[in-house]
């Protein structure tokens, strides 16, 4: 059976986590992705926004009966794809306010700089209650499906291990209701169910944040935990602390650092109406259509992301601060590649490089591999069964990868549809 590696995010410290199932690197320095550099939503039915016929050619090992290219003998689409003006469900709709929403969630990397490794399990669109249950404690998903929840995004962050082994871990997911009551009743019913309830056993209170907050908060020697929901306004946020020892009060302050940071940020956030939802856009400015799609229906695959909200899935966003503020980057599109838009190509360059510096230490043991694309300056690094290319067209920096049977051909013939599609954008 053939993996692939779909789109490589490497810009500067990015480390693409947008598959739990499958990933891809993605971006300035992302992490190796399984299957094209997302969380992956291990429910993959309706979630895919790009109708079968757009993706049934995207990937597909071809013969010389179905058109191929004999010499790699993958075919992929070299013109840019034709998609829908908008999604044509409301479960759809749910999907791309999600993504969204990425945007006005917290990357626990910026408020906790020492929080630099991604989490890939825990990093996703949350397109349904039912969806939550990935992520949040057992009871929280038949809550938050019967308080009527919209969608929601969830993103992980940890911090390197110490000499034995134990790391901090923290969640943080922003979930939309369909009303601030609806709200408000399902994080006190959350709350109930994890016993993060006022005069309750092991909580303790949050410092300093608006609100008489209070989470369960539980510490022991070599690891503890402390987790809360708050309703704000149709939000509900949910935060989660892991700890390697810490004592109550340093986790409660861990969590006061990120809701003070949230509610900023989400405070900002306007829900779409739930009757505008299956009205949603599925393209942003082209990038989707052309990007070369994924086949796989994964929640992350397929979209085009903000680039605050791609900063979820890179290994480090501390360290591509710089480099993406300079190239003007502003949207990244994820489909079996993954394309930044930068503001000129000479910004596209800038990032391209970032992204190469940081290959051999994302990928481990590894050499360069000479791409037999016939696309100017693209760059691969070729570890075991995977090979991982950035190479860059007009403003837009690519990534492209492959873990297939038979890689060298199959990412040859990515690189040069995608540079094809892109041609004259």
């Known amino acids: 059976m053939r993996k692939r590696l779909k789109a490589a995010v490497v810009l500067v410290g990015v480390v693409t986590m947008l598959t739990a199932c499958s990933s891809t690197p993605s971006g300035v320095a992302t992490a190796p992705v399984a299957s094209g550099g997302t969380t992956a939503d291990p429910s993959p039915a309706g979630s895919n926004l ?14 010389s009966a179905d058109g191929g290219d004999p010499g790699t003998g993958f075919n992929y689409p070299s013109t840019p794809a034709t998609l829908p003006p908008t999604v044509s469900t409301q479960g759809q709709g749910r999907i791309v306010e999600g993504v969204r929403l990425s945007e006005y969630v917290i990357v626990p990397t910026l408020v906790l700089p020492d929080y630099t490794e991604s989490k890939n399990f825990s990093t996703y669109v949350l397109k349904d209650g039912e969806s939550t249950g990935n992520v949040l404690p057992t009871g929280v998903p038949e809550i938050a499906t019967e308080f009527n929840m919209i969608s929601g995004f969830s993103t992980a962050r940890g911090t390197k291990n110490d000499s034995v082994g134990r790391s901090r871990e923290l969640i943080n997911a922003v979930m939309i209701f369909e009303s601030p009551e609806d709200a408000l009743a399902a994080a006190k019913s959350m709350n109930d169910v994890v016993g993060a309830v006022k005069d309750g056993p092991d909580t303790i209170a949050i410092p300093g944040v608006e609100g008489d907050l209070v989470a369960t908060a539980v510490s022991g020697l070599n690891s503890g935990q402390s987790q809360l929901f708050v309703a704000r306004g149709s939000l509900v946020i949910y935060v989660l602390t892991s700890t390697k020892g810490d004592t109550v009060e340093a986790m409660a302050q861990v969590i006061a650092t990120v809701l003070k940071a949230q509610f900023r940020v989400s405070d900002t956030f306007v829900p779409t109406p739930l009757d505008q939802l299956s009205r949603l856009p599925v393209d942003r400015e082209g990038m989707l259509a052309h990007t070369l799609l994924s086949p796989e229906g994964l929640v992350n695959v397929n979209k085009v992301y903000g680039i605050k909200g791609f900063k979820h899935f890179f290994a480090n966003p501390l360290e591509d ?86 890689p060298e051909p199959d990412v040859d013939a990515i690189v040069s549809a995608q540079d094809a599609i892109l041609t004259g954008f």
């Open 50 to 63: 790009v109708p079968e016929s757009e993706t049934s050619s995207a990937g597909t090992a071809a013969s």
């Open 321 to 406: 601060e710089q480099a993406i503020r300079s190239a003007g980057v502003d949207l990244v599109a994820n489909g079996l590649t993954t394309v930044y838009r930068a503001k000129d190509a000479a910004g596209a360059l800038l990032v391209a490089d970032a992204d190469w510096k940081q290959y051999p230490g994302l990928m481990g043991e590894s050499a360069e591999y000479q791409s037999k694309a016939d696309v100017a300056d693209v760059r691969c690094l070729q570890a075991a069964d995977s090979i991982r290319c950035v190479f860059t067209n007009g403003r837009y920096l690519i990534e492209a990868g492959s873990s297939a049977d038979n």
